[in-house]
């Protein structure tokens, strides 16, 4: 009874006024636009592409909010080719379709890409029509009820995975949302998470058909398998005694607090060199590098013939698909989101034996809080403790290498839950 309470409640009340809402942002929000849009032409798209699939084998459906969540999924699909398998990878955000329309060629076992549109339940049901997945498979939090109800009624195992879940989330703290969320959470096969401590939330919900268990993190198999896949980029000649800083991902926030030690710094340490790659390339984004550091020269990625060419103090990153390789040859990473959206990946730097620093909002991101325990990361609360930590590293070489070499080999000791993940889906298809 409570089940079909929920269902009506989801069906009558926030999915109207939901779809209402994203409409309405859509106007005044490029991002949200573009994903709308995407929806147009999704199921004609789909059936176009799945007709290759191979029904002797089977198909797994990924739903994905973004690229982050994507990247975690990603190792497993290059598994399946090993068994035949197939995929098929949904994403909410238009972020996430520049990416893995690049990434398609790459995987002959994900047969199709595209954007999840809004979860009406006639909608989903089309969906499940045209994939008929063996099983599916939600990253980390991005739910949408009307798919798991209509995929549980038809017997579709669903898995969620890297499944997150802190005391504070409104889900898990708000009594109506707890109550509507263990509704759906019954759905579920397995529910499997990263860490302990989001397993033993989970496990306070009593779901006596879910499994509940702690497998770990495929990011660290992700980012560890981009690595070895990332084309070998080094240290242009002029900048073979430098230290350089990469800042990755950066928005204004995090410029309001760094940008000002950063100059200083090119005052103290004339051989440095900052290395900019904004999270959002924009004509605007650059301008206020530039501006900022206008006495100093300044060079672009996309105005030189080849990297080995740049030789200037400041040099910004204007394309996208460059950032993981900067890491590579980087003394320091400054990872941005701490001061808006939440810390981005701070994983790839890491791996690549780098120092991170990233300000203080990094729930997002459990490797951070860890990787901070180990002492191979920093977080900042404001251009004070940033100078600290910053110039700590700048300034002590051993202490820089040390904190760096915490860092990749904390990636590399926890990598392999992707093999765990596997078996688990296995087990949920085969069941």
């Not at 238009?94 to 339940?121: E, F, M, R, T, V």
């Amino acid at each position: 009874m409570q089940s079909l309470l929920a269902k009506i409640i989801y069906k009558l009340i926030i999915y109207p006024v939901f779809s209402l809402f994203i409409k309405v942002f859509a106007l005044f929000h490029k991002k949200t636009r573009l994903a709308l849009a995407g929806h147009v032409g999704v199921f004609t798209r789909l059936t176009e592409k799945l007709q290759p699939r191979d029904e002797k084998h089977p198909l797994v459906w990924f739903h994905v909010a973004s690229v982050g969540e994507y990247l975690k999924i990603r190792p497993l699909i290059v598994m399946f080719e090993a068994r035949n398998w197939q995929s098929v990878v949904t994403y909410s955000s238009s972020s996430a379709a520049s990416w893995l329309q690049a990434d398609i060629d790459k995987l002959p076992a994900l047969l199709a890409a595209d954007y999840l549109p809004l979860d009406s339940s006639a909608a989903m049901n089309k969906l499940l029509n045209i994939i008929q997945p063996d099983a599916l498979v939600f990253l980390r939090y991005d739910l949408w009820p009307n798919l798991i109800w209509n995929a549980h009624r038809r017997k579709v195992p669903m898995l969620i995975m890297a499944a997150a879940l802190h005391e504070k989330a409104t889900r898990h703290k708000n009594t109506l949302a707890r109550w509507f969320y263990i509704r759906l959470y019954k759905c579920f096969d397995g529910i499997y998470t990263i860490t302990n401590a989001d397993r033993d939330i989970y496990q306070q919900y009593h779901l006596p058909d879910t499994t509940v268990a702690t497998i770990g993190d495929t990011g660290f198999d992700a980012v560890i398998q981009r690595m070895q896949q990332l084309p070998v980029i080094h240290r242009p000649v002029a900048w073979q005694n430098s230290l350089i800083t990469v800042i990755g991902s950066h928005w204004p926030e995090d410029e309001a607090v760094i940008l000002t030690q950063l100059k200083q710094q090119l005052e103290t340490h004339p051989h440095s060199v900052l290395l900019f790659a904004p999270h959002e390339i924009t004509p605007s984004a650059i301008g206020r590098i530039k501006n900022y550091f206008s006495r100093y020269t300044v060079q672009c990625w996309s105005e030189l013939e080849d990297f080995s060419q740049a030789d200037s103090t400041v040099f910004i990153l204007d394309v996208m698909g460059k950032l993981s390789s900067m890491y590579r040859i980087a003394d320091i990473a400054i990872v941005g989101g701490g001061f808006s959206t939440g810390v981005h990946n701070v994983m790839e730097p890491a791996v690549m034996h780098v120092p991170v620093l990233f300000g203080p909002e990094h729930h997002n991101a459990q490797e951070a809080g860890i990787l901070i325990d180990q002492h191979a990361a920093f977080s900042f609360h404001n251009r004070r403790t940033f100078k600290s930590d910053y110039m700590k590293l700048l300034d002590d070489k051993e202490f820089r290498l040390q904190a760096g070499k915490k860092a990749g080999e904390y990636i590399e000791q926890h990598a392999g839950a992707s093999q765990g993940y596997l078996d688990k889906l296995q087990d949920a298809i085969e069941k």
